[in-house]
């Protein structure tokens, strides 16, 4: 399915999207896009979506239209009403075998789709005369959606919820992106229809996290990087090996001393005559020898025990922050990196790669220019387990200097925000579109 790239218009996806929930999901359902208050685009073919056994026929109704159609053998369904002027209140509702689902107060009318970085992120509480919309009435037929952030590898099939439409009123309007309300307001103003507007956004982040991988594969060299990130959505751990790979070629041509290091990285590693640290805030206050003045590449090492129970249980690792460029091991696996110093490093670990036991982990950090180092709290350093609870990492560190390097920018995998590729349109936008 071909992806939609202009990011600020009548979104139309919702009259030709296809259905497109879990495989799994056999209960009948919509997708949760169809929730009440919603606004569906009007004059266009309108799709309806959702989940139902297997072979099941439905029947969709709304406004006084009716279609039907049949779950397919994945229990995913698709079906297509007629074309509607703007209007309603309507109730959706789709029926299957004396079994029903509804949505209320649904509106047909012109639907946006606002999407970008932090000047979209700007909540309308934020923003210049922003109290005087909550002096007027309420506008029942003005709505929004706020689609929560969620960085994908590959397209997928729902929003991550919880997410709903919500009616404009003085007590909802400042949750909305301030750009997306304005806009949406005028227009409404002079089309005088209803007008639902999805806001879906992340500061800082490049076009290309927004681009398809069908289109982004067409506008340059993308080819190898978008083909890492499809494979880290099927093999993390293969596409993690090869990124380690791709890390260490770039290492070997701008610093051939921290490539050699590499044996820091072996769990039988001898760090016994390295300085001890508890990191938190910038290696520069951090009083170990050599680090007051220096800018480039350390080596952090820890040990922690696990019991098997715990190893097997074991599927996070959670550093904090980090300044800047990060690259992560465990037992002499790479679990992840990451390149920017305010974003919290919190990688899934495959199974396996935990031990019963002895467990070593090696974090070489970049330094941006202005300190480095584990720069969080110990507090938010553990290890994440499969029924939510964590187990603290210990609070001190070995720590050893390496490289004294400056203006170096070491490249983030094509799979991590804010500079990733396809992965932001897989994750917030391909569930809109089906």
Known sequence: MKETTRLAMPLLALASACACLPAQAAELGLARIFSDHAVLQRDQPIAVWGTADAGRKLTVALGGQTATGSADAHGKWKIQLPPQPAGGPYTLKVTSDGQAVSRADILVGDVYLCSGQSNMEFLQRA??????????????????????????????????????????????????????????????????VPVGFINASWGGTTIQSWIGAESLRTLGDYTARVDAVTQYGVDPAAAMRGEDARDEVWWRAHDAATAAQRAYLAPDFDDSAWPTVTPSGSWKDSGVTGFKEFDGVAWYRTTVTLTEAQAQAANALRLGPIDTYDSTWVNGVRVGAGAMSWTWRDYAVPAGVFKPGRNVIVVRVLSGGQGGGLSGQPDMRNIGLKDGQAIPLPAAWKVQRGSAVKGLALPPAPWDVPTSLTTLYNGMIAPLVG
């Open 127 to 192: 923003s210049t005369n922003a109290l005087a919309p909550t002096y007027g009435p309420p506008n029942d037929s003005l709505r929004f959606l706020n689609v929560q952030k969620n960085s994908a590898a590959t397209p997928q099939e729902e929003l991550k919820g919880p997410v709903a439409w919500t009616p404009v009123t003085a007590q909802t309007v400042g949750d909305a992106s301030a750009v997306c309300y304005y806009m949406a307001r005028t227009l409404q103003g002079q089309y005088k």
